[in-house]
């Protein structure tokens, strides 16, 4: 069994530059779609080569996983992928901030690592500043989609963004979970699950008008949900 990196070990809080879209791609005024733990990039891979007029950026914390999907992205005949590592809860928050406005138009966290327990809900990886820094890159009308095959990761997940009142869902959409994935490519652990005919759980997000929350209201009414002993919990 895989062991998850705990992204809050003392190595993977040290910030990290990530080069801007014009060091990244051919094209770089094309739009880009950001997969948070892409893992070995398989999805971000292959949205690349069915759609060469997006960039397509993963990031992933777990660096023998980087290695070789970025080998394989910088092979890429259109020049429109990379795979680079980094804490998403630390290094991608200035990096959206500095593209252009409306660059960033798609943002996806697929899977990620099942830290359901209380005491670890700090590792997760949807925080309420990614989210504010999610929903300050994306323009209105623009997609924000996640998926699970854990309820207990997917359930704050949507609690959280539905909080921060940046988000909607689209009208057509089924309730509470879409039966299909909105991208044409499924990552490595959404082959698995479907193999396995494990449930999957989905929303397709889509950036709305409501402006953001100040950053520490959305964490403290998020404490107060997430947490609401509100008792101190020492990280393991
Ligand atoms: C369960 S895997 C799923 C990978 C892929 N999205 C898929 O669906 O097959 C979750 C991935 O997120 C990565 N990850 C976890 N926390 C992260 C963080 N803070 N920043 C970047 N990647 C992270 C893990 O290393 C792992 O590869």
Redesign the pocket.
Known sequence: MRQ??N?LSRF?QLPLRLPPPNDLFTHAEQPIHL??????G??ILGLADRHPSWNHIG????RP?VIPADREALQSPHGNVRVLF?????S?EEWMETLPKNRLQRV???????WFKRRHRK???LQPGLLMAIASALQPGKDFFI?SDVREVIDPMVALTELSACFDRPEADETPWRSTNPLSV???????VMDQQLPVYRVLFRRNHTNQPPLDALEQRWQEIDNPSNTPTPEA
């Open positions: 998850h990196v992204p993977f997969d948070i733990g892409c893992a070995r398989r999805c990031v992933e914390i777990r996983l980094c804490n998403a809860n630390i991608l996806s966290i697929q899977f990620p690592d099942p590792r997760r990886v998926q499924p990552t490595e652990r959404e082959r698995y």
